[in-house]
Structures are given as structure tokens and as C-alpha cells.
């Protein structure tokens, strides 16, 4: 599995674009990145997912360069509701069928 | 459909009793999955079924922890005896070939004292 780098936390404000990076450089050819957003005390739950160019979804962008060695995932305009740790991972795309590996994820703080 | 359901959502014990969690997949997912989350070692899973049989139990901690799927619809997650560094919120997932992504239940927050 490429080993993904993101920031421990970032803090925002209502209304703003947030943006978390992620850093796999060492992801495969065949390595999808996938995003899961976790509320405090619920699961985590996939919320966008990628190979290149852009993606985006009722709920958030993801961004993804040439080189696949980063990627972004982009929040537009946030709300308190947004609060919650944000989990990048770089999977085959039939992960969903073998297990997950999750690493620390970011811990977005968004205030009114 | 409900979701994935999980039973109890909180759990307190004391050491040395066994606990047992509960879990039903949403109907239709062959694949369901038990992931263990601490502070100290984050989101790590224990074991997972495909069609009610275990493929890979690698993160079952010790011979303490057992779990079954005794049909498509139920799984359970044993730990006997219980310590106080089990204590941890246990999450199971389901998915089924359709999908790319798992769907996580509420999880059970588990308290050994």
C-alpha cells in the first residue's frame, strides 16, 4: 500500500475553501485516491475518489496532477458541519472489497 | 435500508468478563469487515468476511479475540477475557463487489475498567 502524507490539522472559518493536500509518492499505477471523512463518535464514510485530472461530487473536488504524486482535496465553502478528520488514502479501485488502511488523517476544526 | 447496524453502542465491563459485539450488514453486502480505533493506533483492522467466511484475521490481537458470521445477516466480535487495553471503539463495514468503498456502522465504544 503507498504510504500517504497530509497534515495532522488545519483550521478554517465558516464560508471559506478549504483545501487538504496529501502526499503519496510512491503510489502504483493502479492505486486509486480515496478520501473518508469521520464525524466525531460516528464511522468513517468514503466521500470522493480519484486516478487523475479532477473529480467532483455533490460534496467535494478532488485534484489530481500528472504525476500523481499529490493530490487535493477541495472543501468549497465550509460549515461548522464540515468539522471532522478527513483520511487520504491510495488504493486499487477494488478496495472496497479488502481491508483499509487508515493513517492519522487531517483534523479540520472549522469556526463560525 | 437502516444501515449498518451495531449493537451496543456503548459497553462498559470490568476486567475479565466477556463482551461481545454485535453487527448486521446492510442486506446485500458480502463482505463485512471489523476495524478497532484508539487514540494511540488509529483506525486498524481486525478481521474480515467474504460470504459469511473469514479471509483474513492478521489483526486479531490475540487468541482473546474471536468473531463469527454465522449467516449474511449477523457477526459478532467476542474478547474473553477482557482487558483494560481492549478498551477502543469497534467499527464494522460492509461492502459488496458493486461498490469502492466500505460502509462503516456507529461502532461500539467499549470500556474495560
Known amino acids: 500500500l503507498a504510504k500517504t502524507t497530509q497534515p495532522i490539522s488545519m483550521d478554517s472559518y465558516e464560508g471559506q475553501e478549504v483545501n487538504i493536500t496529501c502526499s503519496h509518492n510512491?503510489?502504483?499505477?493502479?492505486?486509486?485516491i480515496t478520501w473518508y471523512q469521520q464525524f466525531p463518535s460516528q464511522g468513517p464514510r468514503f466521500i470522493i475518489q480519484g486516478y487523475k485530472t479532477k473529480v467532483t461530487n455533490e460534496v467535494a473536488s478532488l485534484f489530481i496532477p500528472a504525476d500523481r504524486k499529490s493530490s487535493t482535496l477541495s472543501l468549497p465553502r465550509v460549515s461548522l458541519s464540515d468539522t471532522a478528520v478527513y483520511y487520504c488514502l491510495a488504493i486499487k479501485r477494488d478496495t472496497g472489497r479488502r481491508a483499509l488502511t487508515f493513517g492519522s488523517g487531517t483534523r479540520l476544526q472549522v469556526q463560525p | 435500508d437502516a444501515g449498518v447496524i451495531q449493537s451496543p453502542r456503548h459497553e462498559v465491563t470490568e476486567m475479565g468478563q466477556e463482551v461481545t459485539l454485535r453487527c448486521k450488514p446492510i442486506?446485500?453486502?458480502?463482505?463485512l469487515f471489523w476495524y478497532r480505533q484508539t487514540m494511540m493506533r488509529g483506525l486498524e483492522l481486525l478481521i474480515y468476511f467474504n460470504n459469511n467466511v473469514p479471509i483474513d484475521d492478521s489483526g486479531m490481537p490475540e487468541d482473546r479475540f474471536s468473531a463469527k458470521m454465522p449467516n449474511a445477516s449477523f457477526s459478532t466480535l467476542k474478547i474473553q477475557p477482557s482487558e483494560p487495553r481492549d478498551s477502543a471503539v469497534y467499527f464494522c463495514a460492509g461492502t459488496s463487489s458493486q461498490y469502492n468503498e466500505q460502509f462503516f456502522g456507529p461502532g461500539t465504544r467499549l470500556t474495560v475498567l
Open positions: 442486506s446485500g453486502h458480502d463482505y
Open positions: 510512491n503510489i502504483a499505477t493502479n492505486d486509486y
